[in-house]
């Protein structure tokens, strides 16, 4: 087994569920269920138990998650999104795939997410959603978004490929799992996520019967019926192998988001008086740490941080670099000014992630602190 720091252990982690797992492949491959076989059903029945959701459609990718949502939802080329500029690609690509506009907005300097007061002003008489990223593992602040959406008439489209296992906290005390609040949510699956498979998935989860149907249906080439095919779809599937991961893996979300909080207060901890902001952890919401991102106070030093990790074996990541509106692809949908927006802009310039996964060693914790403390000395 490998001895240096990861950013994220899937190694060690499969050495804990590999009879499970293992199993589980052998019994797809004699069995020939390699689609749509009883591990799907199986995985879908336990992931809506577990989120507390009445439907939860398996496809193959949390980017064709979000695709068949505002495909089921009949958004329509023209019809505005509003989306965090402080993102990954895939929430703002389909929109554009499916010639619809994405509206970047910027985010909350503390939890990095988007925030009702700032949606507010971007919508438009063209404005048909909204698209909530549960950025790092933290829940937006959902209950003013979907009061705002319910009072302009739109959609609300949870991207919870980062969070998912988290709870967000209404204001009366009432706890639902992100991507189960808006109109719908989407996740991932890909390996490295909390919730990761051994290859691509993902899903989409609502409590609308409606729109549960139309999301089967444009996830499965449009049709309702063999072929029947009622409106334009995409072939977009989990299959038996990755649903079988991820109902082993499924057991232990529970403990896999409790070991990366554990993680995430040892770090806290150890950066204190550090010229660095450590992540912010808003109360309505139990923070799944998909990353732990410190935000430099001293920006100009983050490439020289990063060589000095990199040489004593510390790995880390920028999440994300470059703003939306600044990537050649969604620079025609950017209409505002050329310095851009001020909270991304900063975040997109001071933000680096550590290592953040469920089998950190004590060893490898202390390597990691007293290589960032060393730097700051
Ligand atoms: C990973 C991710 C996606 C896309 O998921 P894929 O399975 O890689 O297509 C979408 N949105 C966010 C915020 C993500 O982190």
């Given at each position: 087994m490998s001895n240096s720091i990861q950013m994220v252990d899937l190694k060690t982690q499969y050495q804990r569920i590999k009879a499970e797992v293992d199993a589980g492949i052998q019994e797809v491959i004699d069995n020939a269920t390699?689609?749509?076989?009883p591990a799907v059903k199986a995985f879908q029945a336990d992931l809506e138990t577990y989120l507390g959701v009445r439907h939860v459609i398996p496809c193959a990718n949390g980017t064709d998650a979000l695709q068949i949502a505002m495909m089921a939802l009949g958004l329509k080329p023209g019809d505005e999104v509003i989306v965090p500029t402080?993102?990954?690609?895939a929430t703002a690509e389909v929109i554009a795939l499916l010639g619809l506009v994405p509206v970047m907005i910027d985010v909350d300097p503390h939890t990095f997410n988007i925030t009702a007061e700032l949606v507010e002003p971007a919508i438009t008489p063209k404005t048909k959603a909204i698209v909530p990223v549960h950025l790092f593992g933290q829940s937006v602040d959902m209950e003013p978004i979907m009061a705002l959406a319910k009072q302009h008439d739109l959609w609300v489209i949870e991207d919870n490929a980062q969070a998912i296992g988290g709870d967000y906290i209404f204001p009366n005390g009432e706890q639902r799992k992100t991507?189960?609040?808006?109109h719908v949510g989407c996740t991932s699956f890909f390996p490295s996520k909390n919730l990761g498979c051994y290859g691509d998935g993902g899903a989409i989860m609502t409590n609308d019967d409606e729109l549960a149907a139309q999301l089967r249906m444009v996830a499965n080439h449009g049709q309702s019926k063999q072929y029947y095919h009622d409106v334009i779809g995409v072939n977009s599937r989990l299959d038996s192998i990755q649903a079988v991961v991820l109902r082993a893996k499924l057991k232990h979300l529970d403990t896999y988001c409790a070991s990366r909080r554990a993680l995430s207060y040892m770090y806290d901890a150890a950066f204190d008086g550090l010229p660095l902001t450590t992540p912010y952890c808003a109360p309505y919401t139990t923070h799944v740490f998909h990353q732990y991102t410190l935000q430099l106070h001293q920006p100009e030093r983050r490439d020289a941080l990063r060589a000095f990790l990199a040489e004593r074996g510390v790995p880390a990541m920028i999440y994300?670099?470059?703003?939306l509106y600044r990537q050649a692809a969604f620079a025609p949908y950017w209409h505002g000014s050329?310095?851009?927006?001020p909270v991304t802009e900063q975040l997109c310039a001071s933000v680096i992630s550590l290592p953040m996964h469920t089998e950190m060693t004590n060893e490898h914790f202390l390597q990691i602190i007293e290589a960032i403390n060393a730097f700051f000395e």
């Open positions: 390699f689609i749509n076989g402080f993102t990954y690609v991507g189960t609040i808006g994300y670099p470059v703003p050329a310095e851009g927006l």
